[in-house]
């Protein structure tokens, strides 16, 4: 029995629910049969793979290509500069040989300038000395054919402006036109190659020369 002037307390269904509605809200821990275990931890983990991660493996690749792009360029150059040096040293080292091997001709004719002028000295005879400066010039000139140098023609030949220099025009009607007549000095080459031009005379005002063979270059005209 209740005392007096109390009033009895009443629970409806409604007060009954509100502790559930409680639990629920608190997180007891309680989880139902079939959800899924979701911590604080997975979380956590779902943040550290988030989209910063991609843009940090991206960055070190260009890192290391650019590195290796670095180092690739740098061992060509130094490649390129060790072949430039080589190629340098030989061709100065195949330039000596060269130069040597023509001083040397030049220093046996030297010599023999040295007996000849002796035996002029001794004799007192200029046909000696004639004889001797003759044996030069034929030492001296086989000397530079050896080297493969060519005199280049002259004696009536068409007038070559790759090979000859016309110093002198000669107004002449018994030749053909734009023929050397005379050489006024000798040209050489080394092959195609002119080492100098042939100082010439060249005819001018007789007949047409004739028409160059096939394969043959055309000569050039001397300019009045």
């Known amino acids: ?11 409806t269904s409604e007060d009954a629910a509100e502790p559930v509605q409680a639990s629920d809200a608190g997180g007891s821990g309680e989880r139902s049969p079939g959800e899924p275990d979701v911590g604080v931890d997975d979380a956590d983990g779902d943040d550290d793979a988030g989209p910063d991660a991609e843009p940090e493996d991206e960055l070190t690749r260009l890192q290391r290509e650019s590195a290796e792009y670095l180092d690739g360029w740098r ?5 390129l500069d060790n072949f430039r040096k080589r190629n340098e040293r030989e061709r100065a080292h195949w330039n000596e040989r060269v130069l040597r091997d023509v001083l040397g001709g030049v220093l046996d004719t030297l010599d023999l300038f040295d007996r000849a002028l002796e035996a002029a000295r001794a004799s007192q005879d200029q046909d000696a000395l004639l ?5 030069i010039r034929g030492e001296l000139e086989r000397l530079v054919e050896s080297k493969g140098a060519e005199r280049v023609a002259t004696e009536n030949a068409p007038f070559d402006p ?3 220099e016309a110093l002198m025009l000669d107004q002449r009607d018994d ?3 734009n023929t050397v007549v005379a050489e006024l000095r000798r040209g050489y080459r080394l092959g195609e190659f002119v080492i100098r031009p042939a100082q010439v005379q060249v005819a001018r005002g007789g007949p047409k020369a004739p028409a160059p063979a096939a394969g043959e270059a055309a000569s050039g005209e001397v300019s009045s």
């Open 175 to 177: 030749v053909p036109d």
């Open 1 to 11: 029995m209740n005392g007096e002037g109390e009033t009895p307390a009443v629970t």
């Open 162 to 164: 790759r090979f000859h």
């Open 75 to 79: 061992r060509a150059t130094a490649e």
């Open 131 to 135: 004889e001797g400066v003759e044996m």
